[in-house]
């Protein structure tokens, strides 16, 4: 009975925006004072992010699946569904443009002076990257050619085995099957299926549950997760930044562009005020920041969007899911800026076709990029590169510099489109709240 | 003193004497003439060519050092002498000749091993064993490797490749690289520029000078691939006067017994530190 | 309809403990007379226990998620779960203070002849497990340092995705999520998660009557397993087990005080008679002799207690499982003794401070070595004596030769000790049974 | 028979009667002179130390034996001659001096390659290469490793580090263990118990002798942890004088067709043939 109230404050407290600013400024002073504490702190940051993981596939299939029958079985179905996947490849094109103009515009890679070219091959030198290239001259050709394009793409989405794409976490795989399924459940004649909907939805309620007791850790994970990160950044030297800075910029122009944007695009869905597009969707941005997995941020999203800027819940749960695995702005941002980054910094002219393919294939690879980190996106230049010919090898190692900071831009980009995505095709909550809480406080369970 | 320990030592004076006395004994064995020559002399005479060649041997502030020095201090240790360089060779080819005349006892000056100089002179084993390397401009290497990957567009390397003339590299790229257009640089610093431009495709030398450039140069590495083959070898060796077999087989001994070995990267370290961002010399 | 009279009486037939000594008394027979049958036999033993294996992970998430997701629902959950991880830690803490005090009383590596030392050392150098230890002495240095106590003890427990933790069958991970997600599930508003504990249950029953099914064939098994062990047995030289009889001898004194404790709990608690505790969990404890196998006898160890000693069921199927899991009783006794074992051995005082030390840590290692096999829970020894600084790759070497007879201690002891567990904080059956028996006689199947 | 095959006939006739009165022919073609030597004396003169080295050469009921004395025997039937052994030296380097004097044709007696060695004598290639090795306190290593992986200690190595004094360990323990503290025992037998009672962390010799002391004691595997370290090399060779050069190729011939070749286990299995629990001799 004593330890129920400090439990109900502990949550109280530990989801308040104060308690996540000091858990990241705590973090910055250790990481700064005590690189061995940080040192100390990191398997706990990491602990974190592996309880966010372990609820994150239960979460998704259970999302989608049940929503999709729900929404199979009301019938409009094929037009609902439509005007997600139109809405997303739109956002995603929209985004796609604008980074290529900002690459045009800013043109991060054209006129650098010769010392920052110099220093930019320094970076690329002293990478850990840059494997030497070994070669027998007198050797077998290679027999397998890698698949390119399309069927790669394609491979990547179809799961020969689901249960094998669960276990090493292949999210689009995963949200392959769970769309296939949800269209199948919600196919079986009216009534037969509510026990397993019910009992799905159930998990999804419970994963979402277990999901926000979780983020009431997040001010300590934070501080855990940043301590080791605040004495790396202070140890190394800022050379490869500094020489990058004009690319850092053009990613950060293009993804404020956006942003604002998307910004526009919510207020003007929601009606809401002048700032609250982004005071109202606060939670769900400081986790992106925090963790850097857009995926944590689908509880937090869902329930500011439905409690604040009052959208449908029903619908939120289908289609946040599959925006934060789908719209992946950020990528589709970086691409862009990059590929054009990469032609003006070996003075590739490029045509209009060129332009057109850059666009397109941009947006193939961001969704490619899907549940991969950072250094993998990044691997995925190949993709744009390959075909144009341009040489993308010691670009990565520059890339690769100044991740830790686009990769946290490119998780806030992923989460704020899909708030945007979410508002253009989610219905306003017309009747009231029916439902009680999902996360009732812990005294109405009579313990 | 014990009375044991009084015996003991009366003993071992005896045995002492008793073997000072045995003529058998007491003649030192015969010693073979090379190692008897360099021994009488007490110093050890090694060739080298007169131009400096970093790290392996270079005067800085007045004092001979590198890893070919380095080495010959050793050998000269392990003979029990001094030992004195001899640095009147104006060419490689100089330096072998000086140890074909007997007018010094070794060679350890970054010498290749040859089948023409082999004709003159013993090589030991190499201390130092290097393979062929190549450094491809970037923007010409992603066009090629729009259809083929790197593999392929090495073996079948059809582009205008860069070598410095007078060099091995002529001849081995005209054998490994048929279908090359060959491109030859008076000196390695005009043919790097060259590479950069893109006027050649790719330049051609051994592993520790495609290393020393980017090493030296490192923004280069934005421009440049480098790769190396791994199934050829240019081998640094000592060279010895082929009736010199003694003295042969102790620098054998030597080179196998090195502990560390040497390798490319360590020798490169030793750029870093012998020689700071010097400009190429071919 | 001819079929069923045969089926029913051979599950009747096979389930007495006739047939499983003759089963017994037949394997050794077997294996002392004909050792070619023996290892023609080996297989079907491993077929047994695979079968088995293939029952143990649905059983024991659906048996964890339903009895939390209950017991949170109908209230008073946080103190009974807080009863449960008492009763436990208690029972540890006890059971390692026991092995702690045997390993003093005893001590089993004091006061060796220098023939019983000159025979350990010689079983230690003709061990295979003693490779030669190779280093090149011009070496880059190891950087990345393993992980080390409690860090790497909390990321052993938290599974980074729960269809991972299943496919590699990580038990502690599964149970973590299982815990978690029982009370995620028990938290939804009443009634709402009806269809997932009803369909939960529904696999729980299922599985404890695929095992009850499996277990009819332990006669045949215990012959298959123990035919090959009783040839081996028979052939391998005493040398090693005759130099650590006084080893053996510890651990067994220590087992069997601990034992014996355990059956008084029982008694007490149950209030039934004085051979009861053993009689009545005849049962279980011969599962746990024949299969070597703590998970396996589950569904044994709840039958038994609930109609041979008229526990609550309902409780039994939430602490049943957690206990087999977490009660390393076995373990922790033999890591107390084999750890003063090592110090008296190459006589190394230990003081106070050092005692306590392995005290805690020894209940710490036990966990972790819950789901490994014997070689791993040997393994986990490091935990202990690497920050005493004790020589144990030695004793390893010793350890290993004598732990198939250890190994079944340890079994007993965690079986017998879950059941102690259970006897103190379960509630007695007070009404009488309103559900139908899990496994109904054939007949009444309508087949 | 065609007209073809009897001119062929008639031609091959001719030849043969050529060659039969060709006057160079008829003499055997001249020796050299090492072997002559050997073959005129009819016997292969083999240098091994006074005291045995078991499993190498070793005395038991009278007769000699051991890997040593069967490469003799081997090699000495490759000439076609007998063998006989030459047991006057009382050290290793008596040994070497008895080969390069000429009183004896070959060493075969567990010498290690060294470079002073090698100043008067030539070696063959080696039978046998240990590598060097460590037996170490399993309590001390115990107590080194709350903090640090084996790696780091053995690199990093600070405590007492027991050698034999006058082995070439002493240098060895010197240079590759700056931050030891150099123990030196007259005998490996003084030294095992004392690092048995933890009087020394660690014993240091080679690869062979570790292995002998725990294949002899198998009791002391309770008490040490044997490490061996792979980048180091301890060549044995045979050994000839400098101007016997058919007889050194002779030699690297032999040993390298050597099948099976000699490892250390085919050697330590030797050892339980030989020397049954035998104590131990420095």
Known sequence: MTLLPSLDGWVRVMSSPAAVFTGLGLGIAIGLVSPESATALAPYGKLFLDLLGMIVLPLLISAVTVSLAKLFETGGAAHQVGRIALAITACMVVAAGIGLATGLIVAPGGNLAQTDIASLGEVVSSSEHQADFEISIIGTPSTAKPEQGLARFIAQIIPDNIFRALSVGDNLKVLMFSLMFGIAVGMTPRGRADALTSALETVFQSCQSMMKGVNTLLPLALCAMVAPLASDMAETPLGPVRAMTMFVSAQCIGALVV???????????????????????????????????????????????????????????????????????????????????????????????????ILFASVMAAMASSGGTGVMTIGLMALLCNPLGLPFEAAVALFLAVDPLLDLVRTVLNVYGTCAVASIVCGRESDQEEEAPDFPPLKSLGI | MTPRSGLALVLLAVMVLLIAVSPSRADPPPRPADIDRILRRGTLIVALTEADAPPFHVVTDGVLSGVDIDLAKGLAQSLGVAVTFDRSARSYDEVVETVARGQADIAISKLSRTLVRARSVSFSPPYLTLRHGMAFNRVWLARQMRDHDMAEVIRGFDGRLGVVTKTSYVEYARRIFPRAEIVEFPRWADAVPALVKGEVAALYRDEFEIRRMINEQPELALHLKTAFLTDTQDHLCMVVNPRDTQLLQLAEIYIEDLNPKLTVETVLARLGKVAPKQGDTP
Chains 1, 3 share one sequence.
């Not at chain 1, 998307?262 to 941005?285: K, M, Y």
């Not at chain 1, 509880?299 to 289609?319: A, C, F, H, W, Y």
């Not at chain 1, 862009?336 to 003075?347: E, K, M, P, V």
């Open chain 1, 259 to 357: 942003f604002v944007l998307f910004a526009i695009v919510i207020q003007q869905r929601t009606g809401c005020g002048f700032l609250a597009p982004i005071t109202a969707l606060r939670e769900p941005l400081i986790l992106a920041i925090g963790t850097r997995n857009s995926i944590a941020c689908i509880p937090s999203v869902i329930e500011s969007m439905s409690s604040k800027l009052g959208i449908n819940r029903k619908d939120l749960e289908l289609v946040v899911p599959l925006g934060i695995i789908l719209c992946r702005f950020g990528p589709v941002v970086f691409f862009g800026i990059s590929t054009l980054f990469i032609a003006q910094l070996y003075r590739i002219d490029l045509g209009p076709s060129q332009y057109m393919f």
